[in-house]
């Protein structure tokens, strides 16, 4: 059984950054898509950043340019760079996997309750 853990959020002005970090454990499949999602209060489950086996990213509109997603295999580690956020970025943020040979692109387009395995959430909150 897959588990993951997010860690690094918190609380920063507009213009911050922040570093969220996803540990792994448990995989039984060689190949996994990695994301990020994020939920605000009254809003749907949204996705952010897809990270595929092949190393390839893909962002979402709204974080394209301020986000950047990475893994450290040999730690089973997945990464969200956060920089210049923004209040609208306030939101639960999900570390996602996704067993098997999925593109980033093509996990843009996920629906959430399609995905596999889920972490926890560690919340972002950004301030004006």
């Known amino acids: 059984q897959v588990q993951l853990v997010e860690s690094g959020g918190g609380s920063v002005q507009a213009g911050g950054s922040l570093r969220l970090s996803c540990a792994g454990s448990?995989?039984?499949?060689?190949?996994?898509?990695m994301g990020w999602f994020r939920q605000a209060p009254g809003k749907e489950r949204e996705v952010v950043a897809a990270?595929?086996?092949?190393?390839?990213?893909s962002y979402a509109d709204s974080v394209k340019g301020r986000f950047t997603a990475s893994q450290d295999n040999a730690k089973n580690t997945l990464y969200l760079q956060m920089n210049s956020l923004k209040p609208e970025d306030t939101a639960m943020y999900y570390c996602?996997?996704?067993?098997?040979?999925?593109?980033?692109?093509?996990?843009?387009?996920?629906?959430?309750?399609?995905?596999?395995?889920w972490g926890q959430g560690t919340q972002v909150t950004v301030s004006s």
């Open positions: 996602t996997a996704e067993p098997g040979d999925m593109t980033a692109i093509q996990a843009l387009g996920i629906m959430p309750s399609s995905v596999a395995y």
């Open positions: 448990g995989y039984t499949y060689s190949r996994y898509c």
């Open positions: 990270i595929d086996s092949d190393g390839s990213t």
